[in-house]
């Protein structure tokens, strides 16, 4: 079992920044970790995958302005957002995919 917590969200300006935080409760230099997220009124979406090689993925819409990191001596899981625009406005989950772990989500919200 692993407990993913996240950190990082907050009320932001578009065109701002914001990193998210993904803290696991024990080590995932195994695993493969991903960020999702749920803005209002819709269905979970992909973000962001990264490999234990550290090979990434991103969603279209992300693709340039945010960032996937992982620091496995801290078992932890960033995602660097850049150039916010409002419809990035969402809950932000962590996940380990495979186990089927998820954390309890960060609101980020965009304003214009």
């Known amino acids: 079992q692993v407990q993913l917590a996240e950190s990082g969200g907050g009320l932001v300006q578009a065109g701002n920044s914001l990193r998210l935080s993904c803290v696991a409760s024990?080590?995932?230099?195994?695993?493969?970790m991903a960020w999702y997220r749920q803005a209002p009124g819709k269905q979970r979406e992909f973000v962001a995958r990264?490999?234990?090689?550290?090979?990434?993925t991103y969603a279209d819409s992300v693709k340039g302005r945010f960032t996937i990191s992982r620091d496995n001596t801290k078992n932890t899981v960033y995602l660097q957002m850049g150039s916010l625009k409002p419809e990035d406005t969402a809950v932000y989950y962590c996940?380990?995919?495979?186990?089927?772990?998820w954390g309890k989500g960060t609101l980020v919200t965009v304003s214009s």
């Open positions: 996940a380990a995919e495979a186990m089927n772990y």
């Open positions: 024990r080590m995932i230099d195994s695993l493969a």
């Open positions: 990264i490999l234990r090689s550290g090979s990434t």
